[in-house]
């Protein structure tokens, strides 16, 4: 009985896109992001007490990011050719707490790095995979509600991390070491979220095809999506930079633990604002035109960076940038994970995702790494405009190709993957 409920369920049309996977999803990403924001806020004043400067919080990111993307790529092609790919984001799960968690034992910045880049290592493994285990239990026409709420509760987490960190810090002060260790609390929940309540749909025996066809076989439209995906991406910072700048802004006016608690404050602004407006990106994207939608998101965040050159750099200004960069973020990763989707065949999401991210991975090493050099060698207002620049390049380039859509193309996707 059970087996052929099994099989009814594997075969039944996929109606209703907030289903158990969808939420064993949501919950892992909650779990995981609230783990790892921890250390995320509190890594720049961490950095600041081993003598570390802004171009090694740079370099710090974008080596990271830059790690993450090459396992994205490995994993992704996995992603495509497994029957059985949910052990591999279980794994990526594990590294992500192990590595964050360390980041409290290290005494030098180069040990920082090598305990960031060992979290990022398991989270560029596990993205691709968790992204085509959604893709497959929801409907083409729901792709942006279902990338909408894992995004938003991958933002509630990011919003719990920085209120955690700051409420430990300001009534328990519990020392470096044991706050980041408190970081394997929710990574540890996330990864039991990932084992138990997500469910696995049966997938049938792919042909192995080569890692380089695999790439060649994407489509055309696809490349160019991934193209301005690529030169936006070289302007997409961190915005674990956004809390230093605002600590280096208001250490003058406020003294360093006071500002550090502001910057935090900021942060949380900015990624609930990053969570409440998910699910608004995810349902416009399933009811207008995804590609013009993420040049939109482009262009914000390209607003929000012209925003820190130009302004002066009092509370309320960085209030401004924060929250525009949290609504940017909302739609451009929203749009991004959806529009991806569309472009391509079930079949391969996994290498779909995995170049996507690996191109946002290899632009945020470049972007944060020449951010903190230019910054530590001219300043903030350069280095943040040689990053606005490239930004507004990329929303350019986004809305281009966004009219070089085939409609009837897109169309006949949706309509096959509704037989």
């Not at 064993?24 to 570390?52: C, K, N, Q, R, Y």
């Not at 959604?134 to 729901?142: D, F, G, I, N």
């Not at 430990?168 to 470096?176: I, N």
């Not at 605002?246 to 633990?257: E, I, K």
């Amino acid at each position: 009985m059970r087996d052929a409920a099994s099989t009814a369920a594997r075969g039944a049309p996929r109606t209703g896109w907030l289903n158990r996977t969808v939420l064993g999803i949501g919950l892992a990403s909650l779990f995981s992001d609230w783990s790892h924001e921890i250390a995320t806020t509190v890594l720049p004043l961490f950095l600041g007490t081993i003598g570390a400067s802004a171009a090694w919080l740079g370099a710090i990111e974008g080596i990271s990011d830059g790690v993450a993307s090459f396992a994205k790529m490995a994993s992704g092609y996995w992603a495509d050719r497994l029957r059985k790919r949910k052990g591999i984001a279980i794994a990526g799960y594990v590294m992500t707490a192990a590595g964050t968690a360390s980041i409290g034992l290290a005494m030098t910045a180069s040990q920082v790095l090598a305990a960031r880049a060992f979290a990022w290592l398991g989270r560029g493994i596990r993205t691709p995979v968790r992204k085509a285990l959604l893709a497959s239990v929801v409907t083409p026409q729901t792709y942006g509600r279902a990338f909408g709420f894992e995004r938003m509760m991958d933002t509630l987490g990011a919003i719990l991390g920085p209120a955690t960190a700051w409420l430990l810090l300001d009534r328990w002060h519990p020392g470096y070491a044991n706050l980041f260790a408190l970081t394997l609390v929710p990574g540890l929940i996330a990864v039991v979220a990932m084992a138990l309540i997500v469910r696995e749909r049966a997938r049938p025996r792919v042909e192995r095809v080569s890692f380089r066809n695999s790439v060649k076989a994407l489509p055309r439209q696809f490349r160019r999506f991934a193209a301005a995906v690529g030169l936006f991406g070289l302007g997409d910072f961190a915005h674990t930079l956004l809390i230093l700048l605002a600590m280096q802004s208001l250490t003058p006016r406020f003294g360093a633990a006071q500002a550090t608690a502001v910057a935090a404050g900021l942060y949380v602004l900015h990624n609930v604002l990053y969570a409440g407006c998910s699910m608004g990106a995810g349902w416009l994207a399933d009811r207008f035109d995804k590609g013009r939608l993420l040049s939109l998101g482009y262009l914000l965040a390209a607003i929000a960076t012209l925003l820190i050159v130009v302004l002066p750099l009092d509370v309320w200004a960085l209030a401004v940038v924060f929250a525009l960069a949290g609504v940017s973020v909302a739609i451009v990763e929203t749009l991004e994970d959806s529009f991806c989707a569309e472009l391509v065949v079930e079949s391969s999401h996994g290498m779909a995702f995995a170049t996507v991210a690996t191109i946002n991975g290899v632009g945020d090493f470049v972007s944060s790494t020449a951010l903190g050099l230019l910054w530590t060698a001219f300043g903030h207002a350069l280095a943040f405009a040689f990053s606005a620049a490239l930004l507004l390049a990329g929303a350019a380039t986004m809305w281009f190709v966004a009219g070089l859509r085939d409609p009837d193309a897109v169309a006949t996707r949706l309509h096959d993957a509704r037989r």
